[in-house]
């Protein structure tokens, strides 16, 4: 069984920052994707940001000069540090994570439960 558990989530001011993290566990052979997706009331669900193996990266363009996603393998961990928060960044983070289990060749994606990101005044 893998899962995943976020953390980090919180209210913040225009203008602040947060730091979500979430760490994978279980029977686990291989991590490829890690990353997290938002979605806000009444919109569709986003990419936000998405980091490979590899440590390469994918930002969605309305948070690439504000977020940072980062990874540290040894610890199945993937972080997101928000910058410059503003009240459109207001939605429910999940984390993702693209996983092999030892007994198979097939790699399926795994989610966290979400945690809530509120920007507000």
């Known amino acids: 069984q893998v899962q995943l558990v976020e953390s980090g989530g919180g209210l913040v001011q225009p203008g602040g920052s947060l730091t979500l993290s979430c760490v994978a566990s279980g029977s686990i052979a291989s991590i490829d994707w890690m990353g997290w997706y938002r979605q806000a009331p009444g919109k569709e669900r986003e990419l936000v940001a998405r980091?490979?193996?590899?440590?390469?990266?994918n930002y969605a363009d309305s948070v690439k000069v504000r977020f940072t996603i980062s990874r540290d393998n040894a610890k199945n961990t993937v972080n997101l540090q928000m910058n410059t928060l503003k009240p459109e960044d207001t939605a429910v983070y999940y984390c993702?994570?693209?996983?092999?289990?030892?007994?198979?060749?097939?790699?399926?994606?795994?989610w966290g439960q979400g945690t809530q990101v509120t920007v507000s005044s």
């Open positions: 980091i490979l193996a590899d440590s390469s990266t």
């Open positions: 993702f994570s693209t996983i092999r289990r030892p007994d198979t060749l097939l790699y399926r994606t795994y």
